[in-house]
């Protein structure tokens, strides 16, 4: 088993940035991908970014892209979210969320087995 809680969440003027971690604990977190969801008022929970266990290889969706930078450390067994230029559209509950590595990242919700608590990031122009 693998539990994640999230910190770093808040409130940040339009344009501003804003860095979440991601803590692991319970098992060996060095072998699992990590992803970053976020879900707002009244929408699906939608991905935002996932790193390969090894850090070695990324991947972000559109709406993010350019603006958001997802690391690891897996000395500290965590992941982070940089999140740059934000506007109101990024307002949100952030979660993190893990898998055992298959050789492949993911983007869906449902291939994750293991989730955060979230943490609320409200962006404000």
């Known amino acids: 088993q693998v539990q994640l809680v999230e910190f770093g969440g808040g409130e940040v003027q339009a344009g501003g940035s804003l860095r979440l971690s991601c803590a692991a604990s319970?098992?060996?977190?060095?072998?699992?991908?990590m992803a970053w969801f976020r879900q707002a008022p009244g929408k699906e929970r939608e991905f935002v970014a996932v790193?390969?266990?090894?850090?070695?290889?990324?991947y972000y969706a559109d709406s993010v892209k350019g603006r958001f930078t997802i690391s690891r450390d897996n000395a500290k067994n965590t992941v982070y979210l940089q999140m740059n230029s934000l506007t109101p559209e990024d307002t949100a509950v952030y979660y993190c969320a893990a898998r055992s590595n298959s050789g492949s990242l993911y983007t869906s919700e449902r291939r994750y087995d293991y989730w955060g608590q979230g943490t609320q990031v409200t962006v404000f122009s």
């Open positions: 790193i390969r266990w090894s850090g070695s290889s990324t």
């Open positions: 319970g098992r060996t977190f060095s072998r699992y991908d």
